[in-house]
Structures are given as structure tokens and as C-alpha cells.
């Protein structure tokens, strides 16, 4: 069992020169994502393991790429079967 909790806080801003030229970038802004992660690794024998592993990422700021996204939450759940030869 594997348990991960990370933490991004992050503001990104233009120079003069790409101010100037109005570009419009979306990521522009302040950005902050919260991620936590549940893992279960099982092994069946030395050759045979499974692993399963569940994902929730937080996502706010001011930055308009985040503020359009439709939700503010993302989920991923994670499968994987492994075999050695």
C-alpha cells in the first residue's frame, strides 16, 4: 500500500517584449494543482504482480487555461499486470 500527496503552486508571467505583443497566452497566471494517489501492489509470486492506483488532481488559479477547464477535479484509475520471464 503506497499512499503520494503533492502540492504545485506556481505563477508564470510574460517579459516586456511578449507583453507587447499581445498574445494571449492562457498560461499566464497563477496555477495550483493538488495531487493524491492510492497504490496497491499485490505479487503473486516472484514473476507475477498486479498494481492498481487511484488518482485525484485538484486544479485551481487564476490562469484562463485553468478557469476554462469544465471541472475542476480529474480522476485516473490505473490497471496494470505485469509478467517476467
Not at 507583453?19 to 505479487?43: C, F, I, P, Q
Request: hydrophobic letters at 40%.
Amino acid at each position: 500500500l503506497a499512499l503520494r500527496y503533492e502540492h504545485l503552486d506556481e505563477t508564470l508571467s510574460e517579459d516586456a517584449t511578449a507583453a507587447a505583443l499581445n498574445l494571449g497566452n492562457k498560461s499566464v497566471g497563477r496555477t495550483k494543482v493538488d495531487s493524491g494517489e492510492l497504490g496497491l501492489n499485490y505479487w503473486h509470486s516472484r514473476r507475477y504482480r498486479a498494481t492498481f492506483n487511484y488518482v485525484l488532481n485538484h486544479f485551481g488559479g487564476d490562469a484562463p487555461f485553468i478557469k476554462s477547464l469544465p471541472s475542476a477535479y480529474e480522476q485516473e484509475v490505473l490497471f496494470r499486470l505485469a509478467v517476467a520471464f
